[in-house]
């Protein structure tokens, strides 16, 4: 079928015959949300968004990896990752790798990754928590030419970004870093807004102004009680161990919507900082999304992991950040064969049938169909 599919795009075919074969071939993968929703088809995407390593040497409160990292799995050897990427690029002409933890530069080989991404002409981003990078790691970040931005995240001021991180250098090390990197490169920090720092927000801005990095984006803590993990395990027809997102009783915010409006009106108050929010549904609807009533609100729920290929660190082709479930793993199979798989079909279905599950409530990879139809 793959084969098939392959010699329709190469055939040079008067472009309606082409058209007409595809659609009687039952290959064409349409862009139609609603396409995504009946057949579960989706185009195979450019970008990769990639977890090098399970391995971190911090150990933050509401690291969504943490059960990930306990089970212990084997990371990917980089003769394996070589291979893995080569495929991808012959066969899938893949142009973007966002490099996401665990921690990346726990990796010696991190270099060697990216020289090689470099090598086969994807461009990269990488995500860190900052505190392994020297000198002698921007020197050598800069020799590669593939680097499009780096993102880091900070949670408080020095003694709460300290404690939230499990580490008393954590945030002496993060400014470091960012001095010597953003001569070179573009830096975004990220902060997850939690009961814990929501009081610090404003400082947190003022810090990166005063640090000259002007990209700040805020996320919502992520978090799901065992009961919101056990209904949308039964919706998606997966299995607990497929989930990997934070476990909490009651995961409601202990301040008010109007609290976090008033912080997030300050905050674009403060010039020359670029604030993103995500996800971006929030501002269209905050009520419900604060209140984590979206699904009963808005029938129309997207996620945006649908068009992204994530790879884990074992070379698997899992479906989201905290929904790990695993669709094929890459050392076996080609991407065409996990992609638009029978299992991997059944399951975009279910979900958007679903309106997603009560655990991607306060994700900040939720969207909306039309909104997202628009672009
Ligand atoms: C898992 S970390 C991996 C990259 C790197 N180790 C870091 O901390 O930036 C990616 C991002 O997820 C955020 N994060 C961790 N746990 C979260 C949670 N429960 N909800 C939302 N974001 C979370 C982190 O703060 C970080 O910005
Ligand atoms: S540094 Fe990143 S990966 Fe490590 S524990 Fe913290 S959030 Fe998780
Ligand atoms: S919205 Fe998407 S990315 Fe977020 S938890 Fe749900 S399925 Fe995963």
Redesign the pocket.
């Known amino acids: 079928m793959q084969k098939l599919k392959r010699l329709l795009k190469k055939t040079k075919i008067h472009k309606p015959i082409k058209k007409i074969l595809f659609t009687l071939s039952g290959l064409k993968v349409k862009k139609g949300f609603e396409f995504v929703a009946t057949k579960g088809l989706v185009k195979i995407p450019k970008t990769v968004i990639f977890e090098p390593t399970i391995k971190c040497n911090l150990n933050c409160q509401m690291c969504y990896q943490k059960e990930e990292r306990i089970r212990g799995k084997k990371d990917l050897t980089l003769e394996e990752i070589k291979k893995i990427f080569l495929n991808l690029k012959k066969e899938n002409k893949i142009k973007k790798v966002a490099l996401i933890g665990a921690e990346v530069f726990m990796r010696p080989d991190i270099f060697e990754i990216i020289g090689f991404l470099n090598n086969l002409n994807i461009k990269v981003y990488i995500q860190t928590n900052g505190t392994l990078i020297s000198k002698a790691t921007v020197e050598r970040l800069r020799e590669l030419k593939n680097i499009t931005g780096i993102g880091s995240s900070l949670d408080g001021k020095k003694e709460l970004h300290n404690k939230i991180r499990g580490r008393s250098n954590a945030f002496d090390k993060l400014f470091q870093a960012m001095d010597l990197l953003k001569k070179y490169f573009t830096i975004t920090i990220n902060t997850v807004i939690m009961d814990e720092n929501i009081d610090q927000i404003l400082d947190i801005a003022k810090l990166l102004k005063q640090a000259s990095i002007f990209n700040y984006s805020l996320q919502f803590e ?1 978090a799901a009680t065992p009961e919101e993990i056990g209904e ?1 395990r039964k919706l998606l027809g997966i299995n607990i161990s497929d989930f990997a ?1 934070e476990v909490k009783a009651d995961n409601n915010f202990s301040f008010g919507l109007d609290k976090l409006l008033n912080i997030l009106e300050k905050l674009n108050q403060i010039r020359g900082l670029d604030i993103t929010i995500q996800p971006r549904i929030f501002n269209k609807y905050p009520e419900f999304y604060f209140n984590g009533t979206l699904r009963e609100n808005c029938s129309n ?6 068009n992204a290929i994530r790879i884990n660190a074992q070379g698997e082709v899992i ?5 790990k479930k695993s669709f094929g793993s890459l050392l076996e199979k080609d991407l065409e064969g996990i992609w638009n798989s029978q299992n991997f079909r059944d399951f975009r279905i279910r ?1 958007l049938k679903n309106n ?2 009560p ?2 409530k306060r ?5 909306l169909i039309q909104a997202e139809s628009k672009k």
């Open positions: 992520m949308s997102v729920l997207y996620c945006k992991e649908i479906f989201c950040p905290f929904i979900l997603l599950t655990v991607c994700c900040c990879r939720l969207g």
